[in-house]
C-alpha cells in the first residue's frame, strides 16, 4: 500500500522544493477562491508548476464552473491535474477531456451527509478521482475548501470502499490524526493545507511528522 501525499496551497518554487524533497507526491496551487487559504496569482501557478519535477502531480484547484473558463484556467496554469472544488455542469468535463486531455480530473465532495454516496456514484465515470473535503458549498459565503474541519469519516470510508476511483482525503488532517485517517478510511491519498502551516507558510518541522507519521500508520508499507 502507497497512500499519496498532497501538500497543498503551496505559495512558491521554494515551498513546492520543500514538499517534494521530503516526499509529497502531489502539489496543490489554488487559484481565486470566495474563501479559504492559500490563493495564489494565475501566474505564479504556472510558474510552480513548471518547476515541479518529472513524476509529481500538480493540481490547479479552480472554483470555476463555467465549462469553458474552467478550460481556459487550466490550460493557461499548465498543470496535469485540475482539481474542481464546486459542483460543474457535465459539459464541463467533456469539455476538458476535448480540449485538455492529458490533464487529470480530480471532482471535490464535501461530505455534509450520506448523500455524496451517491454523488460520489454518478461522478465517478466523468473523472479520474475523487476528493473528500470538509466545505459548505451552500453556505451565504461558500467555503469549498481550507477549514481545518473533519467530517464523518464513517462515511468516506463507506465511499472508498464502494468507489469506481480512487479517493484522496482531505479537511482537518494534521500530523497527529493522519494516521487515524489512514487507518480508517484507506484512502488512495491524503490532502492537507492548514496542518503542515505556521502563520501561513509551509512549516518543514509539521510536515516532516506528518511524514513520519504516516510512515508509523503503514502508508508506505
Not at 493540481?59 to 469553458?68: A, H, K, N, V
Not at 481550507?146 to 482537518?172: E, N, Q
Not at 496542518?195 to 507558510?201: I, P
Request: with cysteine.
Amino acid at each position: 500500500m502507497h497512500t499519496r501525499l498532497k501538500v497543498c496551497c503551496i505559495a512558491s518554487i521554494e515551498e513546492a522544493r520543500l514538499a517534494v524533497r521530503l516526499g509529497a507526491d502531489a502539489l496543490g496551487l489554488v487559484g481565486a477562491m470566495p474563501s479559504g487559504p492559500g490563493p495564489i496569482d494565475d501566474a505564479l501557478i504556472a510558474e510552480i508548476a513548471r518547476s515541479v519535477p518529472p513524476g509529481v502531480a500538480t493540481f490547479l484547484l479552480t472554483s470555476r464552473i463555467i465549462p469553458d473558463h474552467i478550460v481556459e484556467h487550466v490550460l493557461a496554469a499548465r498543470v496535469n491535474t485540475v482539481q474542481l472544488v464546486d459542483a460543474v455542469p457535465d459539459a464541463a468535463y467533456t469539455l476538458l477531456r476535448r480540449h485538455a486531455p492529458a490533464v487529470r480530473i480530480v471532482q471535490v465532495l464535501h461530505v455534509q451527509d450520506d448523500g455524496v454516496l451517491d454523488e460520489a456514484t454518478r461522478l465517478a465515470p466523468h473523472v479520474d478521482a475523487l476528493l473528500l473535503d470538509s466545505g459548505r458549498p451552500t453556505a451565504p459565503l461558500k467555503e469549498l475548501g481550507g477549514t481545518g474541519r473533519t467530517h464523518d469519516w464513517s462515511i468516506s470510508a463507506r465511499l472508498v470502499a464502494a468507489a469506481a476511483r480512487p479517493v484522496f482525503l482531505a479537511g482537518g488532517i494534521t500530523p497527529a490524526n493522519v494516521g487515524e485517517a489512514i487507518r480508517s478510511v484507506r484512502p488512495f491519498g491524503i490532502d492537507l493545507c492548514i496542518g503542515v502551516r505556521t502563520a501561513g507558510r509551509l512549516d518543514e518541522t509539521k510536515l516532516r511528522a506528518l511524514v513520519a507519521a504516516m510512515h508509523a500508520a503503514g502508508a508506505w508499507a
